[in-house]
């Protein structure tokens, strides 16, 4: 098993109900085998953040846009603080499933928060370490909707169909012209899915990490990610 000589932070990122969550399950169980791996997620990954969790998933008492968002972001400094920054220093393939660019599709272009602002608190909370790599699952928001109403249930955010319109626009113009995003196909099956996001993870560490700046978390000076 190759060692990998600092942390790797990979985001995956969607709208709701696109096989996501499935897709962060499968490519860490799958890269286990070759790295060291963490699949964690946002909110929820903490034990402050399951308390957060439910009061976003279930709003029994009535939450603010501003309100929201800022619970996203005392998830996100915890989720930081108590398992990010440590699994960096200890030189982990981190998968997470979400991160600041779904505050930045939600919060931002869905409920129309100031863009520059979510920016500045999201950098504050993650110390201003960032994902080195974005795997954006791309489907329309029509199947999403169809996938959920076969589920049984929509949540709260899925009832809102401009709503999901314009989260699904926010992350398009999020990943316009980005070189740390690979954007996928959401309708293909999950074995599909699965080994094309592996395969291009693993190419990207061997050929292209190495050129990305170190994050800034204490972490030591290194110049390469694989050993020589």
Request: overall charge neutral.
């Amino acid at each position: 098993m190759p060692q990998l000589t600092r942390g790797i932070l990979i985001a995956i990122e969607r709208i709701d109900e696109s096989g996501k969550s499935t897709l962060a399950q499968h490519v860490c169980a799958a890269l286990q085998q070759q790295y060291d791996t963490l699949l964690t997620k946002e909110p929820g990954a903490s034990e402050l953040g399951k308390e957060i969790r439910k009061i976003i998933q279930t709003q029994t008492l009535p939450l603010t846009q501003k309100a929201e968002y800022l619970l996203f972001a005392a998830d996100r400094a915890q989720h930081f603080a108590e398992l990010i920054i440590s699994a960096l220093e200890q030189k982990k393939l981190i998968i997470s499933d979400r991160m600041s660019d779904s505050s930045l599709a939600y919060q931002g272009y869905g409920n129309g928060l100031d863009l520059e602002m979510i920016h500045t608190i999201n950098q504050w909370t993650m110390h201003t370490i960032v994902p080195d790599l974005t795997i954006f699952v791309r489907i329309s928001v029509e199947v999403a909707l169809e996938r959920a109403k076969n589920r049984g249930s929509l949540s709260a955010y899925e009832q809102r169909i401009g709503f999901l319109h314009r989260v699904a626009d926010g992350f398009e113009k999020l990943y316009k012209n980005r070189n740390d995003v690979i954007i996928v196909n959401g309708m293909e099956s999950p074995e599909i899915l699965t080994n094309h996001v592996c395969k291009v993870i693993k190419e990207w560490i061997t050929t292209t990490f190495k050129l990305l700046p170190q994050h800034n978390c204490g972490l030591d000076n290194i110049n390469k990610l694989l050993p020589t």
